[in-house]
């Protein structure tokens, strides 16, 4: 290990409501593989996207090979050095291999782009890192792995010091992560500094030599990767904080009928044989990190995705539901973790938006009953306590808290009686959020049954009555709220099989 | 996400004939075998004249609006474009006593003027392709009739002064009239294939339509190139009109909208996708060699104008689901 390359210094940023960073700081060796771990939300992403221009950092120095820098898009970081390699990548897909690698510095020939040159010249890079992809292959045919190798090859192609990987291993298959670790163990050797983030233990322990954990935007400390446990590095993720009132106990009393029951579902990668029950006025809470595929089995068994397989029960009985509309007729609802794009239509009203579901029901004729609209909305505005001058108001002028109250009333309005809530506090303030709590039991309690997607441990723990855990598709546990803990649910859904 | 076996797998062969271009070469023939034995007054030799006299502008629109296409635009403005220029071109050399080389520069520089208004509306206020050239295509209906007070244009007739231009795309021999445009326009499809394969300008263009924030992130000025894929556009939309000019004999102001339709609907059945990154001149090529069959070819069986249009509609849905189902096979 060699000389610092990149020191962050008490980088701070806030955004509006949140303290994202308080005063981190991180350093990167010539020649390490640094991890950067910490739950979703902690601040990993942010901090890298100071670090490479995208956000501009409110206070603190970064220091890069002995200058202070401050870059003001990815392409000056790049320039200088540093490059992410995306989760989500950043390929042209109608290009061949070499022409994304060389895209923006094409060889000419006679005014003509050299495309031989090229292909040979990306040749050569992939047998320097033992990787196997031919140069004039379509970019867009090759699996996610690959693309992803092609990234780092561009990377080290334009002579990068610092690589960034923010979650590689989430789409890879086994053979490739192997095969994407020998290229780092490669870079490594080369002197290169490479920050690495992931949630995966077992890789975490594999490939780096110290971890730099996160938590709640704060830095809360370094260890040496050998010298320390699995769970040391997961008491540091989650800390010793006291949330307010988990929950002790199950509200559901044993031998509460089922109301919703998943056999077997299969959809994509992302959905493999997941099967789970639903008791009436239950809170299930559904955890694990961040695309382990708790969303996409919701959609699938709401119809917004196409299944493979797999049954779906309602009040015991089987249900068709391929679309959302037989969904909703099932008195089935999904309240999407982004209510934005998939839940409200901003610049309309509070009313317009919570009769959507069912204004049928608020027609007379072919025409819409104003009146009755205003009514019922009103009550339900009154009923969530939902802050707003009038029911007219535009959605797009409500804080988050109340948008979220929005789309509850819509589907109540709806006589929804399974309720999917996706992150239903993600974006809202504190207060607001207790507020969406009391609400949630108290849908409970009338015998509503809810499933609850959150990333957000302490909010599982606080609403949930049982738990279930999933990973890369799959469940991997179930926990009463008795028994859980942050700890049993965080290795649950680390648990790669 | 698993691919092992990709869309373009197979012989070379096969995939000539999986990829859309393959398609419409085989459907340029199927189209042609079928006039040629179903009508015999369409096996004269005059159906190639008329033929080319229609193609030529719609070619060259076509291939100009493949650039903006490819970027995952459109241009609208095609259509009014050729007919609001061409008048231009006739006010300079009827109104204004300019030789004919000087119309057909004049017209050529309109289009490009357009185009890169088109590009730099689209790159640096970032508005949607198709509101922006919808409003150009309006702005440039009313400026040939303002321009030229209402006039129809007339290019200069064979005989009279200025009469080359009528022979720029055909010539008299012997009593026959040979097409000698064929020759520019294999001239002009052989450069501008190498322009959209081989050069910066095909291979941003291409990158542009198919992953805009990615180009960007590469370092490449966006704005720069989007305004070149317009400005391409304009280049040919002046070239068309001169085309157009030279082909018939009165020009109507206020005319032209619908043209734009057929060289977009030539460009799409040609392979070219609407939602970008996907496209070559070749395809544009045959796309418009089967809209003017079937517009040439269909009154020989019988049916006019009105089942002309139905028939190009059908065939143009025919053509995007293809490349809407090749996309989604893609994709997931």
Same mark, same amino acid.
């Given at each position: &290990? ?10 701070? @940023? ?29 601040? =990993?992403?942010?901090l890298m996207k100071v670090l490479t221009g995208i956000y501009k950092k409110d206070s603190g120095t970064i220091t890069y090979e002995g200058r202070e820098i401050e870059f003001k898009n990815p392409h000056e970081a790049q320039e200088a050095g540093i490059v992410i390699v995306h989760q989500e990548l950043n390929m042209i897909g109608h290009l061949t291999v070499a022409q994304n690698i060389f895209i923006g510095r094409e060889p000419l020939n006679g005014g003509l782009i050299d495309d031989a040159k090229m292909n040979r010249d990306a040749k050569k890079l992939f047998e320097k890192l033992k990787i196997e992809i031919d140069p004039t292959e379509k970019m867009n045919l090759l699996t996610i792995g690959k693309q992803q190798m092609c990234e780092i090859a561009k990377a080290i192609s334009r002579n990068a010091k610092l690589i960034i990987f923010d979650e590689p291993s989430a789409a890879l298959t086994d053979a490739e992560i192997e095969q994407l670790f020998t290229i780092i163990r490669d870079l490594r050797e080369q002197q290169l500094g490479i920050i690495y983030i992931s949630h995966r233990m077992d890789e975490i322990k594999k490939i780096t030599d110290r971890v730099t954990v996160m938590r709640d935007g704060c830095n809360v400390g370094t260890l040496i990767t050998k010298d320390c ?8 993720? !989650? ?33 493999? $044989? ?5 008791? @009436? ?54 309240? #999407?973790? $982004? ?38 909305? +009103? ?12 029911? $007219? ?15 509850? %009333? ?54 949930? $009555? ?19 803990? +942050? ?11 | ?33 079928? /006039? ?5 007054? /369409? ?11 229609? &193609? ?34 006739? /006010? ?18 309109? %289009? ?18 198709? !509101? ?12 040939? #009739? !303002? ?30 009239? !040979? ?32 992953? =805009? ?35 018939? #004999? ?23 996708? &609407? ?54 096979? =893609?994709?997931?």
């Amino acid at each position: &290990m060699g000389e610092i390359i990149l020191t962050m210094k008490d980088i701070d @940023k806030t955004f509006p409501g949140v303290h994202a960073l308080d005063h981190v700081s991180l350093d990167v060796k010539k020649g390490e593989v640094l991890a950067l771990m910490g739950e979703n939300g902690a601040g =990993k992403s942010t901090l890298m996207k100071v670090l490479t221009g995208i956000y501009k950092k409110d206070s603190g120095t970064i220091t890069y090979e002995g200058r202070e820098i401050e870059f003001k898009n990815p392409h000056e970081a790049q320039e200088a050095g540093i490059v992410i390699v995306h989760q989500e990548l950043n390929m042209i897909g109608h290009l061949t291999v070499a022409q994304n690698i060389f895209i923006g510095r094409e060889p000419l020939n006679g005014g003509l782009i050299d495309d031989a040159k090229m292909n040979r010249d990306a040749k050569k890079l992939f047998e320097k890192l033992k990787i196997e992809i031919d140069p004039t292959e379509k970019m867009n045919l090759l699996t996610i792995g690959k693309q992803q190798m092609c990234e780092i090859a561009k990377a080290i192609s334009r002579n990068a010091k610092l690589i960034i990987f923010d979650e590689p291993s989430a789409a890879l298959t086994d053979a490739e992560i192997e095969q994407l670790f020998t290229i780092i163990r490669d870079l490594r050797e080369q002197q290169l500094g490479i920050i690495y983030i992931s949630h995966r233990m077992d890789e975490i322990k594999k490939i780096t030599d110290r971890v730099t954990v996160m938590r709640d935007g704060c830095n809360v400390g370094t260890l040496i990767t050998k010298d320390c446990t699995k769970d040391d590095i997961i008491n540091m993720m !989650i800390g010793h904080v006291i949330y307010a009132a988990p929950k002790t106990e199950s509200h559901v009393k044993p031998g509460t009928p089922v109301v919703l029951k998943a056999e077997h579902i299969n959809a994509g990668r992302m959905v493999r $044989d997941v099967s789970f029950e639903l008791h @009436k006025g239950e809170i299930l809470g559904f955890s694990g990190l961040m695309g382990a595929g708790r969303t996409e089995t919701a959609r699938a068994i709401f119809g917004a995705d196409a299944r493979e397989s797999g049954d779906i029960y309602i009040n015991g009985e089987k249900v068709k539901i391929t679309r959302p509309e037989e969904a909703v007729s099932a008195g089935l609802s999904y309240l #999407s973790e $982004d209510r934005k794009q998939f839940g409200l239509a901003l610049k309309k009203s509070i009313v317009e938006n919570s009769t959507l579901t069912c204004l049928p029901k608020f027609c007379r004729r072919q025409f819409i009953d104003k009146k009755k609209e205003k009514e019922v909305t +009103q009550k339900y505005v009154d009923m969530l306590q939902l802050k707003t001058p009038g029911v $007219d108001q535009l959605v797009i002028n409500l804080s988050g808290g109340n948008q979220q109250k929005v789309v509850i %009333g819509k589907w109540l309005i709806g006589d929804a009686d399974i309720l999917i809530f996706d992150e239903p506090t993600r974006g809202i303030d504190v207060g607001a959020k207790e507020e969406i709590y009391e609400l949630m039991n108290r849908l409970a309690d009338e015998g509503k049954s809810i499933i609850m997607i959150s990333s957000e441990l302490a909010e599982i723990l606080r609403m949930s $009555d049982r738990i279930i855990v999933m990973c890369e598709g799959k469940i991997t546990g179930e926990l009463d709220i008795a028994e859980a803990t +942050q700890a049993k649910i965080m290795n649950l859904a680390t648990m790669r099989n | 996400m698993e691919k092992k076996k990709n869309a373009a797998g197979g012989s070379p062969l096969a995939r000539v004939f999986k990829s859309q271009e393959g398609i419409a070469f085989a459907a340029t023939i199927i189209l042609f075998v079928f /006039f040629i034995v179903a009508s015999k007054s /369409f096996r004269r030799y005059t159906t190639i004249v008329t033929l080319c006299n229609y &193609m030529y502008y719609i070619l060259l629109m076509a291939i100009g609006v493949t650039f903006p296409l490819i970027t995952a635009g459109v241009d609208l403005s095609l259509g009014t474009g050729v007919v609001c220029y061409s008048i231009i071109g006739s /006010f300079i050399i009827n109104q204004m006593g300019m030789p004919v080389g000087v119309g057909m520069l004049v017209t050529i520089l309109m %289009g490009v003027l357009f185009g890169v208004i088109n590009g730099v509306i689209i790159a640096t206020l970032e508005l949607p392709p198709f !509101i922006t050239t919808l409003c150009t295509m309006m702005i440039v209906r009313g400026l040939g #009739s !303002i321009l030229t007070g209402g006039l129809s244009g007339v290019w200069p007739m064979e005989g009279s002064k200025g009469g080359w231009c009528r022979n720029i795309l055909k010539v008299k021999a012997n009593g026959k009239i !040979i097409p000698i445009g064929i020759i520019w326009m294999i001239i002009i499809l052989v450069i501008m294939s190498v322009i959209l394969r081989k050069t910066k300008v095909g291979r941003y263009i291409i990158a542009l339509g198919s992953n =805009k924030e990615a180009l960007r992130l590469s370092g490449v000025n966006v704005a720069k190139w989007t305004i070149v894929a317009y400005s391409i556009c304009g280049l040919f939309t002046g070239l068309a009109a001169i085309a157009y000019a030279c082909t018939f #004999s009165n020009i109507t102001p206020g005319t032209g909208a619908g043209l734009e339709l057929d060289a977009i609907g030539g460009a799409i059945i040609g392979g070219t996708s &609407m939602t970008g990154g996907v496209g070559s001149i070749a395809g544009t090529f045959l796309g418009v060699l089967i809209i003017s069959l079937l517009k040439t070819g269909l009154p020989y069986v019988g049916l006019q104008a009105n089942w002309q249009q139905i028939i190009t509609g059908i065939v143009l849905i025919a053509a995007v689901t293809i490349d809407v189902l090749q996309h989604r096979k =893609k994709t997931t």
